[in-house]
């Protein structure tokens, strides 16, 4: 099994930063990799952000644009198991609970999802 526990979040003002952290227990060596997903009010869970074991990373077109001025940043410190989003310059539209997932894959089983347990970013005008 894996288990993710998530930290950071809250209420910041626009143009302010955040930084949310998951950290990952449990069977570490078999995530593939690991992911920032978000879910705003009445929309469906979108992709942020994902991060492979290689430290290989990837953005949703969605806010791909946006990272040209590294607006958000996936990474991850491998020692501590632990991802890390962090998300400058946030908007009022970046509202929304964050989820950090992690596909593994148990011994001789198919991919699985893991789930943090969400926390709750509110941008403010």
């Known amino acids: 099994q894996v288990q993710l526990v998530q930290s950071g979040g809250g209420l910041v003002q626009a143009g302010g930063s955040l930084r949310l952290s998951c950290a990952a227990s449990?069977?570490?060596?078999?995530?593939?990799?690991m992911a920032w997903y978000r879910q705003a009010p009445g929309k469906q869970r979108e992709l942020v952000a994902a991060?492979?074991?290689?430290?290989?990373?990837?953005?949703?077109?969605?806010v791909k644009g946006r990272f040209t001025i590294s607006q958000f940043t996936i990474s991850r410190d491998n020692a501590k198991n632990t991802v890390y989003l962090q998300m400058n310059n946030l908007k009022p539209e970046d509202t929304a609970d964050y989820y950090c997932?992690?596909?593994?894959?148990?011994?001789?089983?198919?991919?699985?999802?893991?789930w943090g347990q969400g926390t709750l970013v509110t941008v403010s005008l």
């Open positions: 991060i492979s074991t290689g430290g290989s990373t990837n953005y949703a077109d969605s």
């Open positions: 997932n992690a596909k593994w894959r148990p011994f001789g089983g198919s991919a699985l999802n893991a």
């Open positions: 449990g069977s570490i060596s078999r995530i593939n990799s």
